[in-house]
């Protein structure tokens, strides 16, 4: 009963930045995770940050840690990831993602809610 909306991918040249917008409508809680994953084709899903609905506890793979940010905006009902010092190995349709509770906050087959995904490149 939540739907999502990401938006805010494209292109971008190494080292350069994207921020990503995920709009959440329905009916929402505050008991909600909400993560970005993202995947290439022939790979699996991979986590790339997760945040609480307070915002008081985030996530972040190794891989991002120190590059995006993950927030989010309970007035807007909106979720951000800011993407800085981009890199060629971030190529993926991104997505963002909500599930119950605060455990498994890893592993996509725990999110119950999807939205359709926002590609980003970034060229060498």
């Known amino acids: 009963q939540v739907q999502l909306i990401e938006s805010g991918g494209g292109l971008v040249q190494a080292g350069g930045s994207l921020r990503l917008s995920c709009a959440a409508s329905?009916?929402?809680?505050?008991?909600?995770?909400m993560g970005w994953f993202r995947q290439v084709p022939g790979k699996e899903r991979e986590f790339v940050a997760a945040?609480?609905?307070?915002?008081?506890?985030?996530y972040y793979a190794d891989s991002v840690k120190g590059r995006f940010t993950i927030s989010r905006d309970n007035a807007k009902n909106t979720m951000y990831l800011q993407m800085n010092s981009l890199k060629p190995e971030d190529t993926a349709v991104y997505y963002c993602?909500?599930?119950?509770?605060?455990?498994?906050?890893?592993?996509?087959?725990?999110?119950?809610?999807w939205g359709q995904g926002t590609q980003v490149t970034v060229s060498s």
């Open positions: 993602a909500v599930k119950v509770g605060s455990n498994y906050y890893q592993d996509y087959r725990q999110y119950d809610y």
């Open positions: 329905g009916r929402t809680s505050s008991s909600y995770t």
């Open positions: 945040i609480s609905w307070s915002g008081l506890s985030t």
